[in-house]
């Protein structure tokens, strides 16, 4: 007699599609639509891609899907719920990060975007950039640091550690770099500081934080690691019933190479983008 087998129910997907034509259409059937804005103003735009138009097309189009979903969170009628995404490519044309960021920060405080993603520009032979020299892959990661702490930790973008040329430090992680140019805002006493001042903390991140300020409710906090922390980064930033948990900040990661001295800078000879593969 055969053996009757069940097979488990596929999990659910989230479903992602790439914007062209009708917004209103897009987010009735996908969970994340994708307008990549590719650049933070028009000039820049129209030097990446000559046929894109950032204020006629693709920002009115993000915008108006971000509304849509937003609409529908609000009514909780049927429907997905989604959100939207973005993408911008650094380092091509000269825009700064700053730009960049305040256009995001602007869409995520307004719901209309969820979240941005980032790709270092790198020439590849036979396009118009090819003679351009390849962006350090550690200024995609400080975007997506800096961002994330816009989106999770509470940091407005005018508190962000922009250099003079509006860029981020690739040295350090922006949240360290605030953290070094406040040094009055430190040390923060672990059994009474708030929520909002344990997230400026480097090496607290916004987990560990609601769970120390839960336990401490309750428990007297001896070791700080259990609770997640990373006490090496975190240490000097903080004191445990008066005493400094470190005399001095977390030393830097030794480099053999400044940011993005370590790449190549011939272009790419392959008949697809390496962006294609982000």
């Known amino acids: 007699m055969p053996r009757l087998v069940s097979f488990p129910r596929p999990r659910q997907v989230p479903l992602s599609l790439t914007l062209t034509s009708s917004p209103a259409y897009a987010t009735r059937l996908a969970t994340r639509v994708s307008v990549n804005l590719e650049a933070p103003t028009d000039a820049h735009v129209r030097t990446l891609a000559r046929e894109k138009d950032l204020s006629g097309d693709l920002l009115p189009k993000l915008e108006l899907a971000g509304r849509l979903y937003r609409e529908a969170r609000e009514e909780g009628g049927p429907g ?54 390849p962006t350090p892959a550690a200024r995609e990661s400080r975007l997506y640091q800096a961002e994330h702490l816009l989106r999770e930790y509470g940091f407005g973008v005018e508190e ?21 140019a406040h040094p009055e805002r430190f040390p923060l006493e672990v059994t009474r500081a708030p929520l909002e001042l344990l997230l400026r903390v480097p090496g607290i991140g916004p987990k560990a934080a609601r769970t120390l300020v839960h336990t401490r409710r309750h428990t007297v906090l001896r070791d700080l690691r259990q609770l997640g922390i990373d006490t090496v980064r975190a240490g000097y930033y903080l004191t445990l019933r008066g005493r400094r948990l470190a005399t001095a900040p977390a030393p830097r990661q030794l480099r053999l190479f400044a940011p993005g001295e370590h790449l190549t800078h011939a272009p790419f000879r392959t008949p697809v983008p390496p962006c294609a593969y982000r």
Do not use: I, Y
Request: no cysteine; hydrophobic share 40%.
């Open 160 to 180: 962000l550690p922009f250099e003079a040329g509006g860029n981020l430090p690739l040295e350090h992680d922006p949240k360290t770099a605030w953290a070094l």
């Open 80 to 133: 997905p719920r989604g959100s939207t995404t973005t993408q911008f490519v650094v380092g091509a044309v000269g825009e700064q990060d700053r730009e960049v960021l305040e256009l995001v920060a602007r869409l995520e405080r307004q719901r209309l975007l969820h979240h941005a993603h980032f790709s270092a520009f790198q020439p590849v032979v036979g396009t118009p950039f090819e003679g351009l020299a």
